[in-house]
C-alpha cells in the first residue's frame, strides 16, 4: 500500500532522523530495489552516510573528566540547569575573563526562541553552534537582571525542603551594570582548560548558603583549595549571599561553588563543552545510516565504516565509553553527595537503539565484514550496559518515571536485550511498559498531559510518541502488536498522533512530528487529522524515515497482510470495548491519578522538575 500526503509547503529545515528501528527483513529486501517512491529517501541515507563517515566519535573530553577519574566514563550535565550563585557585593571579580564587578544577582533567562537548541539529551544531531549559543546565554544574562515569570503549568521546585534564597536587586542604572558583569562572570565560557582530572574530596560549604537545588559536586583540577579557599575570606553578608572570591578564578569555579537551579526548557548552553553527548549522537546516526547505505548501494565501505564508529566509541582502549551512565546529565554544585550522574542521564543514550539495529541488519546479511571479533566485542560491551540498566538506582528511577523517561528506558532495556539474543526479556521490558506507564500516558482526547505540562508541549509530546513508536515497532518485530494496546482511558497510540496532528504547535517546530505521522500511517492507516496537517508539509518524501515507514516494513500493525493474506482493518477503537477504559463520569478528582503519583503529591518528571495533581487534572479531563 503506497499512501501520498498532499505538500503545499516547503520545509526549509532538514528533519534530524528520530530514535528508530527497521525490521532488518525489510532493509535487506526493499534496500537494495529501484523504487521510485522511496528512492530520494534512499539518496538521503546515502549523502547522511557520507557525512558521518568524516567524524570518530569518542567520549573523551579534551580536559575535562569524570568524577571517577576515568576519562572513559561518559559525562555530560543536565541541560536545563543554571547556576544560582548570588555573589555578596562587596567582593573583587572572581571569575578570569571578567570584568570588575563582584557583585550579582541570579537573573533568570526568558524563554528561549522556539528554534533553540535542545539539550544533549533530546538533540538528534550535531551543533557546531557553540559560540552563538554561548553569546545568547551572554545576552541573556546582561538583558535580564530580574526573575521572569514563573510558568504556571509546571512547578520548578528545589528538592530541599529549607527555602533560602536571596537575589539582590537594583534599581539603579550603575548597579544594574556592575550585576550585569557579575552575571557574565558567573557563565561559564565554552572552552575548557580546565585540567584533566577532578579531585575526589569535596569542598567545604560552610561559607555558602543553603542551595534550594539538587546540586552534583564537580571539582576540577587546578584549584588545590578549589573557590572555595577564596569564598572563606569573606564574611557571609546578613542577607546569606555566596561570600565573593577575592582573587580571578577560571569561569570553571561557577560548577563548584554555585548551587543549580532547574529552569525547564531553557538549555544552558555551556553543556555544549563536552562531547560525550554529541558522540552519542553521532555514533548512533553514523551506525545505521552508513550500514543502511551498504545494504542499499553494496558498497562494503559504507559497513566498514559503521563498524569503525563503533570501535572508537564502545571498544579501542583509548576512546571507548564504558557501559555506563554514572555520570550523564549531572546536576552541577558544590554538594558531595551529588557527584553521580541523575535519572535524566540514560536518555542520552536513547540512540543506541540505532546502533543495534544496524548491528542486527548487519549480522542478517551475512557480510564477512561483521566478524566474529566484531560480534564477541559488542556483545561483552551491550552486556554490561544492559546489566547497568537493569540493577542500576539511576536507571531504575528512569524506569519508574510517568512520562518520556520511563517509555524510553523500557524501550532501551528491549532493545539491548533482542541484540543480546534475549527476546523473553525484550518482551517482558515492553509489556512492563505497555501494562504499565503507557497506561497513564494519554488521556481520553488523545493529549499526553505528562508532556503537554511541560514549557515546549508539542515538542515532548512529539518525543515521547517517538519513543512509543520505536516500541510498539520492536514489539512488532517480536510478533508482538502493542498498536492496538490501549491506556485506561481507551486510547492507543493512533490517538496521540491525531491529537497532537490537530494542535497548533505555536511557535514551536511542526516537523517534529512529520515522522511519527508517517509511522502512524503505516500502521493504522490515514486519518483526517494527520492527513490535514501533512498537507501542510512537504519534502519528507526525502528523510529516511519515510523508507523506513512503507509497506513491508511492519507485520503486526492493523494495515499489515493477516497471514490469510488479506488486509486487517483498521482499528480505530471500537466504542464498545469498555475493558480499559475509565467509565462513568469523569471525576476531577486526583484519585483517578493515583498511577501517577501513588502516595505522593508530586512527582518529578525531570531533574528537580516536578508536577504536582492539579497540574495535570485539566489536560486529562478538560476545565471542570
Given at each position: 500500500?503506497?499512501?501520498?500526503?498532499?505538500?503545499?509547503?516547503v520545509?526549509?529545515?532538514?528533519?534530524?532522523?528520530p530514535?528508530?528501528f527497521?525490521?532488518?527483513?525489510?532493509?535487506?529486501?526493499?534496500?537494495?530495489?529501484?523504487?521510485?517512491?522511496t528512492?530520494?529517501a534512499?539518496?538521503?541515507?546515502l549523502?547522511?552516510?557520507?557525512?558521518?563517515?568524516?567524524?570518530?566519535?569518542?567520549?573523551?573530553?579534551?580536559?575535562?573528566?569524570?568524577?571517577?577519574?576515568?576519562?572513559?566514563d561518559?559525562?555530560?550535565?543536565?541541560?536545563?540547569?543554571?547556576p544560582?550563585?548570588n555573589?555578596?557585593?562587596?567582593g573583587?571579580?572572581?571569575?578570569?575573563?571578567?570584568?570588575?564587578?563582584g557583585?550579582?544577582?541570579d537573573?533568570?533567562?526568558e524563554?528561549?526562541?522556539?528554534?533553540?537548541d535542545?539539550?544533549?539529551?533530546?538533540?538528534?544531531?550535531?551543533?557546531?553552534s557553540?559560540?552563538?549559543?554561548?553569546m545568547?546565554?551572554?545576552?541573556?544574562?546582561?538583558?535580564?537582571?530580574?526573575?521572569?515569570?514563573?510558568?504556571?503549568?509546571?512547578l520548578?521546585?528545589?528538592?530541599?525542603?529549607?527555602v533560602?534564597?536571596?537575589?539582590?536587586?537594583?534599581?539603579?542604572?550603575?548597579s544594574?551594570?556592575?550585576a550585569?558583569?557579575?552575571?557574565?562572570?558567573e557563565?561559564?565560557?565554552?572552552?575548557?582548560?580546565?585540567?584533566?582530572?577532578?579531585?575526589?574530596?569535596?569542598?567545604s560549604?560552610?561559607?555558602?548558603?543553603?542551595?534550594?537545588?539538587?546540586?552534583?559536586?564537580q571539582?576540577?583540577?587546578?584549584?588545590?583549595?578549589?573557590p572555595?579557599?577564596?569564598?572563606?575570606?569573606?564574611?557571609?553578608s546578613?542577607?546569606s549571599?555566596?561570600?565573593?572570591?577575592?582573587k580571578?578564578?577560571?569561569?570553571?569555579?561557577?560548577?563548584?561553588?554555585?548551587?543549580y537551579?532547574?529552569?525547564?526548557?531553557?538549555?544552558?548552553?555551556?553543556v555544549?563543552?563536552?562531547?560525550?553527548?554529541?558522540?552519542?549522537?553521532?555514533v548512533?546516526?553514523?551506525?545505521?545510516?552508513?550500514?543502511?547505505a551498504?545494504?542499499?548501494?553494496?558498497?562494503?565501505?559504507?559497513?566498514?565504516?559503521?563498524?569503525?564508529m563503533?570501535?572508537?566509541?564502545?571498544?579501542?582502549e583509548?576512546t571507548?565509553?564504558?557501559?555506563?551512565?554514572?555520570?550523564?546529565?549531572m546536576v552541577?554544585?558544590?554538594?558531595?553527595?551529588?557527584?553521580?550522574?541523575?535519572?535524566?542521564?540514560?536518555?542520552?543514550?536513547?540512540?543506541?537503539?540505532?546502533?543495534?539495529?544496524a548491528?542486527?541488519?548487519?549480522?542478517?546479511?551475512k557480510?564477512?565484514?561483521?566478524?566474529?571479533?566484531m560480534?564477541?566485542?559488542?556483545?561483552?560491551?551491550?552486556?554490561?550496559?544492559?546489566?547497568?540498566?537493569?540493577?542500576?538506582?539511576?536507571?531504575?528511577?528512569?524506569c519508574s518515571?510517568?512520562?518520556?523517561?520511563?517509555t524510553?528506558c523500557?524501550?532501551?532495556?528491549?532493545?539491548l536485550?533482542?541484540?543480546?539474543?534475549k527476546?523473553?526479556?525484550?518482551?517482558?521490558?515492553?509489556?512492563?511498559?505497555?501494562?504499565?506507564?503507557?497506561?497513564?500516558q494519554?488521556?481520553?482526547s488523545?493529549e499526553?498531559?505528562?508532556?503537554?505540562?511541560r514549557?515546549?508541549?508539542?515538542?515532548?509530546?512529539?518525543?515521547n510518541?517517538?519513543?512509543?513508536?520505536?516500541?510498539?515497532?520492536?514489539?512488532?518485530?517480536?510478533?508482538?502488536n502493542?498498536w492496538v494496546?490501549k491506556t485506561?482511558?481507551?486510547?492507543?497510540?493512533?490517538?496521540?498522533v491525531?491529537?497532537t496532528?490537530?494542535?497548533?504547535?505555536?511557535?514551536?517546530?511542526?516537523?517534529?512530528?512529520?515522522p511519527?505521522?508517517a509511522?502512524?500511517?503505516?500502521?493504522?492507516?490515514p486519518?483526517?487529522?494527520c492527513?490535514d496537517?501533512?498537507?501542510?508539509?512537504?519534502?519528507?518524501?526525502?528523510?529516511p524515515?519515510?523508507?523506513?515507514?512503507?509497506?513491508?516494513?511492519?507485520?503486526?500493525?492493523?494495515t499489515?497482510?493477516?497471514?490469510?493474506?488479506?488486509?486487517?482493518?483498521?482499528?480505530?477503537?471500537?466504542?464498545?470495548?469498555k475493558?480499559?477504559?475509565?467509565t462513568?463520569?469523569?471525576?476531577?478528582?486526583?484519585?483517578?491519578?493515583?498511577?501517577?503519583?501513588?502516595?505522593?503529591?508530586?512527582v518529578?518528571?525531570?531533574?528537580?522538575?516536578?508536577v504536582?495533581?492539579?497540574?495535570?487534572?485539566?489536560?486529562?479531563f478538560?476545565?471542570s
Amino acid at each position: 500500500m503506497h499512501f501520498i500526503l498532499i505538500a503545499l509547503l516547503v520545509l526549509d529545515k532538514t528533519l534530524a532522523d528520530p530514535t528508530d528501528f527497521v525490521r532488518p527483513s525489510y532493509a535487506l529486501e526493499h534496500g537494495p530495489a529501484s523504487d521510485s517512491f522511496t528512492d530520494s529517501a534512499k539518496a538521503t541515507i546515502l549523502r547522511n552516510a557520507q557525512a558521518c563517515a568524516k567524524k570518530r566519535p569518542s567520549v573523551v573530553n579534551d580536559g575535562v573528566v569524570a568524577p571517577s577519574g576515568d576519562k572513559n566514563d561518559y559525562l555530560s550535565w543536565a541541560p536545563y540547569h543554571w547556576p544560582n550563585c548570588n555573589w555578596c557585593n562587596s567582593g573583587h571579580s572572581h571569575l578570569a575573563h571578567s570584568g570588575d564587578g563582584g557583585n550579582g544577582t541570579d537573573a533568570e533567562p526568558e524563554d528561549p526562541p522556539p528554534d533553540q537548541d535542545l539539550g544533549p539529551g533530546e538533540d538528534t544531531g550535531d551543533d557546531d553552534s557553540d559560540d552563538t549559543d554561548y553569546m545568547q546565554a551572554r545576552s541573556l544574562h546582561e538583558d535580564h537582571l530580574h526573575l521572569a515569570a514563573q510558568h504556571n503549568r509546571i512547578l520548578r521546585l528545589r528538592r530541599s525542603s529549607i527555602v533560602t534564597s536571596s537575589t539582590v536587586s537594583s534599581t539603579s542604572t550603575s548597579s544594574a551594570a556592575s550585576a550585569s558583569e557579575s552575571i557574565f562572570d558567573e557563565l561559564p565560557l565554552p572552552q575548557a582548560p580546565f585540567g584533566t582530572s577532578l579531585p575526589t574530596t569535596a569542598p567545604s560549604t560552610d561559607a555558602l548558603p543553603t542551595p534550594t537545588s539538587r546540586t552534583t559536586t564537580q571539582h576540577f583540577a587546578g584549584f588545590s583549595s578549589a573557590p572555595q579557599a577564596a569564598v572563606k575570606t569573606q564574611k557571609p553578608s546578613k542577607s546569606s549571599c555566596t561570600p565573593s572570591p577575592t582573587k580571578s578564578l577560571a569561569p570553571s569555579a561557577t560548577w563548584t561553588t554555585c548551587p543549580y537551579i532547574a529552569r525547564d526548557g531553557q538549555v544552558n548552553p555551556d553543556v555544549r563543552t563536552l562531547v560525550c553527548a554529541g558522540a552519542a549522537n553521532q555514533v548512533s546516526d553514523g551506525c545505521l545510516s552508513n550500514v543502511m547505505a551498504f545494504i542499499i548501494s553494496g558498497n562494503v565501505q559504507y559497513a566498514q565504516t559503521a563498524i569503525s564508529m563503533m570501535k572508537t566509541f564502545f571498544l579501542d582502549e583509548e576512546t571507548r565509553m564504558n557501559p555506563n551512565m554514572n555520570y550523564g546529565q549531572m546536576v552541577r554544585g558544590p554538594k558531595p553527595e551529588n557527584k553521580v550522574g541523575t535519572f535524566t542521564g540514560p536518555l542520552d543514550m536513547r540512540g543506541l537503539v540505532k546502533v543495534i539495529n544496524a548491528i542486527m541488519i548487519l549480522k542478517e546479511s551475512k557480510s564477512s565484514v561483521w566478524t566474529s571479533q566484531m560480534d564477541q566485542g559488542m556483545s561483552s560491551w551491550l552486556t554490561q550496559y544492559l546489566s547497568w540498566m537493569q540493577t542500576s538506582d539511576i536507571a531504575k528511577k528512569a524506569c519508574s518515571r510517568p512520562n518520556n523517561h520511563g517509555t524510553y528506558c523500557h524501550l532501551s532495556i528491549a532493545a539491548l536485550s533482542i541484540a543480546l539474543g534475549k527476546n523473553d526479556t525484550a518482551s517482558d521490558a515492553l509489556h512492563d511498559y505497555f501494562s504499565g506507564p503507557f497506561r497513564e500516558q494519554i488521556a481520553q482526547s488523545g493529549e499526553q498531559p505528562l508532556e503537554a505540562v511541560r514549557t515546549r508541549p508539542f515538542h515532548y509530546r512529539c518525543f515521547n510518541l517517538e519513543a512509543m513508536i520505536t516500541a510498539a515497532k520492536i514489539g512488532d518485530y517480536l510478533g508482538l502488536n502493542f498498536w492496538v494496546q490501549k491506556t485506561k482511558y481507551g486510547t492507543t497510540i493512533k490517538d496521540a498522533v491525531d491529537f497532537t496532528c490537530a494542535v497548533k504547535p505555536g511557535k514551536e517546530d511542526a516537523s517534529e512530528l512529520v515522522p511519527h505521522v508517517a509511522a502512524m500511517v503505516n500502521a493504522y492507516g490515514p486519518s483526517k487529522p494527520c492527513s490535514d496537517f501533512m498537507s501542510k508539509q512537504s519534502g519528507y518524501q526525502s528523510k529516511p524515515f519515510w523508507f523506513y515507514n512503507q509497506p513491508g516494513a511492519l507485520s503486526n500493525a492493523p494495515t499489515s497482510k493477516s497471514r490469510a493474506g488479506k488486509r486487517s482493518t483498521v482499528v480505530w477503537g471500537r466504542e464498545d470495548d469498555k475493558g480499559s477504559r475509565v467509565t462513568g463520569a469523569l471525576d476531577p478528582g486526583c484519585q483517578q491519578l493515583q498511577g501517577i503519583f501513588s502516595d505522593e503529591s508530586r512527582v518529578e518528571i525531570d531533574n528537580d522538575i516536578y508536577v504536582t495533581c492539579p497540574e495535570l487534572l485539566p489536560l486529562f479531563f478538560g476545565s471542570s
